[in-house]
């Protein structure tokens, strides 16, 4: 089982690694301003999120067995629970695989993050364009009704020369 559940979380690890590499490629893309290429990029990357959901799926199940075999007892293990566990043969690969798939996910969460707030600046940028352009100002927020907010952009003077 130990094999088994190491096999898993490399499978996990080389999901992420795919993923790291998508929003590498999702980064270029938003700064190239290419919707197209970033439209085919979210697609893809629901992909690797249900990879991931199936692999942690079966993980689960692998604790699960563990747990019916009474390797350890409780519902909820740590990693560092599960080590004390693990056999000696296997601790060192094991010990392994965590530290990478850890790793290999704060990677790719705080590129994912990064991205979401590019995206965010973009969307921000496009704003205020088209506000400036409709002489519209958008407020920060939505209303009741969950539409947003507008309001006429009145002019206080006129500098014409």
């Known amino acids: ?5 190491i ?5 996990l ?5 795919n993923m790291l590499e998508l929003n590498e490629n999702k980064r270029k893309a938003i700064l190239a301003i290419d919707m197209k290429r970033l439209d085919q990029l979210i697609d893809e990357e629901q992909k690797f999120i249900n990879e991931v959901a199936e692999n942690e799926q079966k993980r689960q199940q692998v604790l699960q067995k563990m747990m019916q075999k009474n390797l350890f007892s409780e519902e909820t293990v740590t990693f560092k629970q599960l080590v004390k566990f693990c056999p000696i ?3 060192d690969k094991f010990e392994t695989v965590n ?7 704060k990677k790719t969460a705080d590129l994912n993050d990064a991205n979401r707030m590019l995206m ?4 921000t940028a496009v704003n205020v364009n088209l506000n400036s352009l409709m002489q519209v100002r ?6 009741h009704d969950g539409q947003q907010k507008f309001s006429s952009q009145n ?7």
């Open 155 to 161: 002019k206080k003077f006129d500098f014409k020369a």
């Open 120 to 123: 965010q600046g973009a969307l």
């Open 13 to 17: 690890i080389k999901t992420y690694l």
């Open 99 to 105: 530290k990478e798939l850890s790793d290999t996910v």
């Open 138 to 143: 958008s407020e920060p927020d939505y209303g």
């Open 1 to 5: 089982m130990w094999e088994e559940l």
């Open 7 to 11: 096999n898993i979380i490399e499978a």
């Open 89 to 91: 043969e296997k601790k």
